[in-house]
Nanobody, 124 residues
Framework: QVQLVESGGGLVQAGGSLRHSCAAS????????MGWYRQVPGKERELVAA???????VYAVSAKGRFTISRDNAKNTLYLQMNSLKPEDTAVYYC??????????????????WGQGTQVTVSA
């Protein structure tokens, strides 16, 4: 069965860095676009970044220039490097598999499997 297992969240001071990992299993990882979403209580889940099977990337405006999404298909692992963190980056972060075409992978409805979520807290 499809599994997405995340690691790497935690507490960090503003200006610091964190690296998320998402280990995928149960499907051919290299064939799918993947994404990172985040959610704050009371707000909708929002796309942080997505990466196609071929390595094309798209970022939220808030993440551009600070976050980097990448993938290692040999290790079936998705990454999100987050630098220059701000208190407003505090959220639960989820990795997810995009089951649709790449052009649609900015729409959360195209994501069919989700990780368990990891908390990131950025203190001022």
């Amino acid at each position: 069965q499809v599994q997405l297992v995340e690691s790497g969240g935690g507490l960090v001071q503003a200006g610091g860095s964190l690296r998320h990992s998402c280990a995928a299993s149960g499907f051919t990882f290299s064939n799918y676009a993947m994404g990172w979403y985040r959610q704050v209580p009371g707000k909708e889940r929002e796309l942080v970044a997505a990466i196609s099977s071929g390595g094309m990337t798209v970022y939220a405006v808030s993440a551009k220039g600070r976050f980097t999404i990448s993938r290692d298909n040999a290790k079936n692992t998705l990454y999100l490097q987050m630098n220059s963190l701000k208190p407003e980056d505090t959220a639960v972060y989820y990795c997810a598999r995009c089951g649709g075409d790449w052009w649609a992978c900015t729409d959360f409805r195209e994501y069919d499997y989700w990780g368990q979520g990891t908390q990131v807290t950025v203190s001022a």
